[in-house]
């Protein structure tokens, strides 16, 4: 029987310039749809679990597109919710060599932020779950998605569900009168496995010292909040925006774990690496031991670079061959 996680999160329409055009030289974009959680869930789909996310749309044409686009990827749509008239949006230019990525976000005012947990019952949405999912991004929109995101973990807990939490965030988002710093330990005190950066543990919780390794860091965010049993990094070395290296690092309270470092060398996207870690960490963690997870996650965020849009959508099999140090890329017959 499939294993099955459940996600929670906004999803935006993305629009980029064709290839690697400026914002200046555009005149026309592409459009996908995208966002942290959702690709997380739809990643774990490719990889062949059972996954559904939870999000609330526009009722109308667009938040209908963005369900189908959803669907198409294999994710249940059951516990889509309607409401109001916008959709987040997030304009992406492609950098390139020494030219950085820019991102220019429109989400104020969207459906997903004026959403209640009155919405959402979350014993029906998490039934049969295996796994829930949230990231740092969800509670800085609005109250309303922190409160809808507390319940679900709670709940989740409560079912004996494991709940991950991708909890890097972005200072400037929190606008609704809370800050990271309140809201995030709140959350965090009821995960199991945290993801995170030695920057994370020190900025969100105000522990540590700059000078810390990781693990020493990891140790203490552990020992702050007991139901942590995994804390985990995904390390990313920029020679170039065409050019990165990647390692994963996990610590379980007993072992220091890293994966071997993979070296990517012609960056097709960068955006949703790290959702792509962290669904091949879900499915590492849910189907080998700590050592193959994190290799299974290291090699599902490389090979996301190499698929454009926001989704990882390589197969178990992909995965699978680079774990095995098949990175040559040649024909499949």
């Known amino acids: 029987m499939p294993k099955k996680v459940i996600t929670f999160g906004e999803v935006m329409m993305r629009l980029s310039p064709p290839g690697y055009e400026k914002f200046s030289q555009a005149n026309s974009f592409e459009l996908v749809y995208g966002g942290g959680e959702a690709n997380v869930a739809i990643s774990c789909a490719y990889l062949g ?22 669907r198409k990827h294999w994710l249940s749509t059951e ?23 820019e991102v220019i976000y429109e989400r104020e005012g969207s459906s997903f932020s004026l959403i209640k947990p009155s919405m959402v019952n979350w014993e029906n949405v998490l039934k049969d779950a295996d796994w829930f999912h949230w990231t740092g991004i969800t509670p800085a929109i609005s109250e309303g998605a922190y ?12 079912m004996g569900i494991t709940v991950s939490g991708d909890i890097n965030s972005r200072n ?22 945290v993801i995170t950066s030695s920057y994370g543990i020190r900025e969100m919780f105000g522990l540590g010292q700059h000078e810390d390794k990781f693990k020493d860091l990891a140790i203490i965010l552990m020992n702050q909040f007991p139901n942590i049993k995994k804390v985990v990094k995904k390390t990313r070395r920029t020679l170039s925006a065409s050019h990165n290296q990647i390692q994963g690092k996990l610590w379980n309270g007993q072992s220091y774990i890293k994966s071997d470092m993979l070296n990517i060398t012609h960056i097709i996207d ?29 090699a599902a965020c490389a090979l996301k670079h190499t698929v454009p849009g926001d989704v990882n959508m390589v197969s178990l099999e992909n995965v699978q061959s680079l774990m095995d140090g098949e990175a040559s890329g040649d024909i499949k017959r």
């Open 147 to 158: 409160l809808c995101c507390l319940e679900a973990i709670k709940t989740a807990n409560k």
């Open 270 to 298: 960068r955006v949703g690496t790290g959702d792509a870690f962290a669904a091949g960490l879900i499915y590492g963690l849910l189907h080998y031991d700590d050592e193959q997870a994190i290799e299974f996650a290291s």
């Open 172 to 193: 400037n988002m929190w606008k609704y009168g809370k800050t990271m710093q309140e809201v995030i330990p709140t959350l965090v005190q009821h995960c199991d496995v």
């Open 49 to 70: 679990m059972k996954a559904a996310h939870v999000t609330r749309f526009p009722d109308n044409a667009l938040g209908k597109a963005a369900t189908q686009f959803l």
């Open 79 to 101: 516990h889509i919710f309607y409401g109001d008239h916008m959709i987040g949006k997030y304009f992406l230019e492609k950098g390139a060599v020494h030219r950085s990525s």
